[in-house]
């Protein structure tokens, strides 16, 4: 079965700086990796997403990933954060039962920007 | 182009009650998901439906239920409302259904059971 830990429940972060929110997978498959975010009482928006090739991702809003194969990782970066971004982070791993596609979804990163 | 729509916007049910909630895809999409999402965690699968036939089914008990139709819309059904039901309901929709597939969301029900 497919998990995803996202072992940081918060992280705060001054405006302008980067951040990095971590995020780890277990997999016995191959892997599809996705990054989405949820600004406050809304839905889920897809930030990036890993299918295959290039193991640099590059999402919208200045996000990028990075697949790692050997250490099971797909952290999400920016080099410059806004306020903006305050929201809560998710990361998934895409499994297929019965040929479907399920999201198997980590428990959340809320990113704080402060000024 | 419109996204993925879903009604109500929010619910409030007692113990018990029925429920019904629906999601419209985003057009040409084939495959609805429904997740349940409670508070401070991440969303849990709850089934995912392609072509109007049931690919997968999550972790949830016989009193979850849902169908697609000929249009693609879906509806969930919950029977037998309990407290712990309390959760956002989100669906999403994909083009097919194989694993590469993005699944797009949709703004959710709040769901609140009294």
């Known amino acids: 079965a497919q998990s995803v830990t996202q072992l940081d429940s918060q992280v705060p972060v001054f405006e302008e700086a980067p951040v990095e929110l971590r995020c780890n997978y277990s997999?016995?498959?191959?892997?599809?990796l996705f990054w989405y975010v949820q600004y406050p009482n809304q839905g889920l928006q897809l930030l990036l997403k890993y299918l295959s090739g290039s193991t640099l991702v590059k999402g919208i809003n200045g996000f990028e990933a990075e697949f790692n194969k050997s250490q099971t990782s797909f952290h999400l970066r920016k080099p410059s954060v806004h306020i903006s971004d305050t929201a809560e982070y998710f990361c998934?791993?895409?499994?297929?039962?019965?040929?479907?596609?399920?999201?198997?979804f980590g428990t959340g990163t809320q990113l704080k920007v402060e000024l | 182009d419109a996204g993925v729509t879903q009604s109500p916007t929010h619910l409030i049910k007692t113990r018990g009650q029925h429920v019904t909630l629906r999601c419209s895809p985003i057009?040409?999409?084939?495959?609805v998901s429904w997740y349940q999402q409670v508070l401070g965690q991440g969303p849990q699968f709850i089934f995912q439906y392609y072509e109007k036939e049931e690919r997968g089914r999550g972790n949830f008990p016989d009193r979850f239920s849902a169908r697609q139709f000929p249009n693609y819309s879906s509806e969930l059904n919950v029977n037998a409302l309990l407290l712990g039901d309390s959760a956002l309901y989100l669906c999403?929709?994909?083009?097919?259904?194989?694993?590469?597939?993005?699944?797009?969301f949709g703004p959710g029900t709040r769901l609140l059971v009294l």
């Open positions: 998934a791993v895409s499994d297929r039962p019965g040929g479907g596609n399920k999201l198997t």
């Open positions: 057009s040409g999409h084939k495959s």
């Open positions: 999403a929709s994909s083009l097919l259904a194989g694993g590469r597939e993005t699944q797009y």
């Open positions: 997999s016995s498959v191959s892997v599809y």
